[in-house]
């Protein structure tokens, strides 16, 4: 076993190496500690302490257990895709990155379950069980890069959550050390409606504030015996947001159904994968059916006849396989898309009900208007998950706090109209303070008690989830994890 010797005259980072086995298990220097001062939200940028790289459960139970008994702030990392800053080390953390360990542990087939750690790939899952008729559910965009206990943190969601479900849907068991280092396991079983608190609930989506996830239990799923894709082109958001509404209300629930608007159009027929939008269209939908093949094609006939309702001006059912994988690579580009029509973005994440998505849109427009910048609209609009992406430019002095306001502003909409300010990216940092738009300040109390049963030394992941603490106690714990 290979323990690490490092240089250094800070006795912490001497220490944490020799927690770790492995050549290159810990990162201490500046410049390669660069490429962890943020992740996927750009927009602020801070240098942890170190990085280190825990093999298994157990070094990362001793990394944790150093650093709280010399009170160092620390955090877990998968892949760094997540997009609310959630993994961001605001407070000089020593970072706890995941991802070497990247096993598939167990397939159990005849259960329909898998066991995988933490730093396995989300995409790697399917295509590891797809020869023998399986497939894990939950697609985020980022699905080939991203982690499965990233999803876990940010209860992540993807394309097909509408039929679906999110991840929380999926996870049977965890893993997890806690905060003073201890191991525990919740689940694992899959049997439903256990005695005590629904921990894996609770778990789940908590972004890393309560334990660091380190195996996890999952549901996999039998492959669909038919698939079917349909795209359509709609002249009038309006009318597609309203085909939308009225394709749920007929009784089909598709395993997805994407909306882009003109702006996102240009975006991704600008990027890596073009299938040919028009140019002058305002908005395409992307609908996905799968079940038993007897009743596919009457569902597909059903939402053809939905579109031409609605003043379609094309739909189209994919010819084949490999049309259908470039019309989902095309929508599952369209974040990174934005870098093509744009030198930054910041992409938003709110909930509404689907009857209000017209009436939102409108907003999202008059918001666009006022800020002066362009707004592309993506989202899951089956079940309300909008993605406004604000285009600005940083170099130009005040765009970036424009953009940050404008993405506010749409969260505030959202909730105003009965939604949420998020559906699957997180809080993190970036929508720690819209916590207000939904929740009183009892009910954030109510809360960051619960997080205080798992952290109450408030060293793992602080400064995330919550607004800005109110609380004389909690000023005070915040500045002595910052020391």
């Known amino acids: 076993m290979v323990r690490n010797k490092v240089k250094t005259n800070d006795i912490h980072i001497i220490n944490l190496a020799k927690l770790v086995s492995g050549p290159n298990a810990i990162l201490y220097k500046e410049e390669d500690l660069l490429a962890y001062d943020c992740d996927g939200f750009t927009i602020e940028r801070h240098l942890p302490r170190a990085v280190v790289f825990p093999k298994n459960t157990e070094e990362v139970s001793e990394i944790v257990k150093y650093c709280a008994a010399n009170n160092l702030p620390f955090l877990a990392r998968g892949a760094g895709t997540g997009l609310s800053g959630g993994a961001i080390p605001l407070n000089n953390e020593v970072i706890i990155s995941l991802v070497r360990m990247k096993r598939l542990l167990e397939v ?16 790697k899952l399917t295509n590891s069980i797809s020869d023998k008729g399986y497939y894990y559910a939950p697609d985020p965009s980022s699905q080939y890069a991203c982690t499965i206990g990233g999803n876990v943190a940010e209860n992540a969601g993807g394309a097909h959550c509408l039929k679906y479900g999110v991840t929380t849907n999926h996870i049977l068991g965890l893993e997890v050390v806690l905060p003073n280092g201890e191991i525990i396991e919740i689940g694992g079983n899959g049997i439903p409606d256990t005695p005590g608190y629904d ?31 349909v795209l359509a082109y709609f002249d009038k958001i309006e009318d597609g947001s309203q085909a939308v509404s009225d394709i749920i209300s007929s009784g089909i629930v598709p395993a997805a159904l994407e909306m882009m608007d003109k702006t996102a159009i240009e975006g991704v027929e600008a990027a890596a994968f073009p299938v ?3 140019k002058d269209i305002e908005a395409v939908l992307l609908i996905e059916v799968d079940g038993i093949a007897a009743g596919i094609d009457g569902q597909i006939e059903l939402i053809l006849d939905v579109c031409r309702k609605y003043n379609v001006r094309e739909v189209k059912a994919a010819r084949d396989e490999a049309e259908r994988g470039r019309w989902w690579a095309n929508r599952k580009t369209g974040f990174g898309a934005m ?22 849109l409108t907003r ?11 707004i592309a609209n993506i989202f899951h609009a089956g079940d309300g998950n909008l993605h406004p992406l604000v285009l600005f430019d940083s170099r130009i002095p005040g765009e970036t706090e424009k953009a940050i306001q404008a993405g506010s502003a749409c969260l505030k909409v959202c909730a105003d109209v009965g939604g949420s300010i ?28 619960i997080r205080d049963v798992f952290n109450p030394d408030y060293l793992l992941n602080a400064g995330k989830l919550f607004p800005t603490p109110g609380r004389c106690a909690e000023v005070k714990r915040e500045m002595a994890s910052k020391r």
């Open 339 to 360: 870098g093509a029509i744009s030198p930054d973005y910041l992409v938003q994440d709110g909930v509404i009900p689907r009857s209000r998505l017209p009436e939102v």
């Open 199 to 229: 921990l894996l609930g609770l778990l789940t989506g908590s972004e890393g504030t309560l334990g660091i996830v380190t195996k996890i239990t999952v549901r996999i799923l039998k492959n669909p015996e038919a698939k079917q894709t």
């Open 422 to 449: 998020t559906g699957e990216h997180g809080v993190g940092i970036e929508k720690k303070e819209e916590m207000r738009f939904v929740f009183k300040d009892e009910e954030i109390k109510a809360q960051t008690d």
């Open 364 to 374: 999202i427009k008059k918001i666009s208007e006022e800020s002066g910048l362009r």
């Open 276 to 278: 040919g939008h028009p």
């Open 108 to 123: 159990d087939l005849e259960n329909r379950r898998a066991v995988v750690e933490p730093g396995f790939v989300n995409l």
